[in-house]
C-alpha cells in the first residue's frame, strides 16, 4: 500500500514539473535615473511605474542604456500599458522592488502571460 501511495505522489509531482510555466520572454535593463521620470519630468514613486517607464524610454523615446535588451513583448503600447499590472500580478524576488525605487539597478525580468518577476542582478 505504501508503494502504491508512493508512486502516486511520484507520479503527481512529476506531473506538476511538467507543468510548471515557462517564461515567455526574458530581458535585461539598466534603470537608470531618467527611468525614474515620466515624459512630463514628474518622479515615479512605484517601482512599476519605473520599470514600465524603462520600457516607454527603450521603445518609444530611444533612450536606451548599454545593458539594456531588446523585447517584443513590451515594444506594443497596450502591453507597456499592462506592465504594471503584470508586475502586480506576479512578484519582486529579493529586495528588487527596493533596489529599484532607491538606485540604478540593473535587472532581470521575466515576462509571462499574465504576470512578470523582476530580480536585480549583480553589476
Known amino acids: 500500500m505504501r508503494a ?8 503527481v509531482s512529476s506531473i506538476y514539473v511538467g507543468a510548471a510555466e515557462k517564461p515567455i ?38 533612450k536606451r542604456d548599454r545593458e539594456d535588451d531588446s523585447d517584443y513583448t513590451f515594444s506594443d503600447k497596450a502591453n507597456r500599458a499592462r506592465l504594471e499590472r503584470m508586475i502586480a500580478n506576479g512578484h519582486y524576488l529579493g529586495g528588487a522592488e527596493s533596489a529599484v525605487l532607491n538606485g540604478t539597478p540593473l535587472i532581470y525580468v521575466e515576462i509571462y502571460e499574465d504576470y512578470v518577476t523582476v530580480s536585480v542582478r549583480d553589476d
Open 25 to 62: 520572454e526574458s530581458y535585461y535593463a539598466r534603470l537608470s535615473a531618467e527611468d525614474h521620470f515620466n515624459s512630463a519630468g514628474e518622479r515615479l514613486t512605484t517601482a512599476a511605474a519605473i520599470i514600465r517607464q524603462d520600457r516607454a524610454n527603450f521603445h518609444v523615446y530611444g
Open 4 to 11: 502504491i501511495l508512493a508512486l502516486g505522489a511520484l507520479l
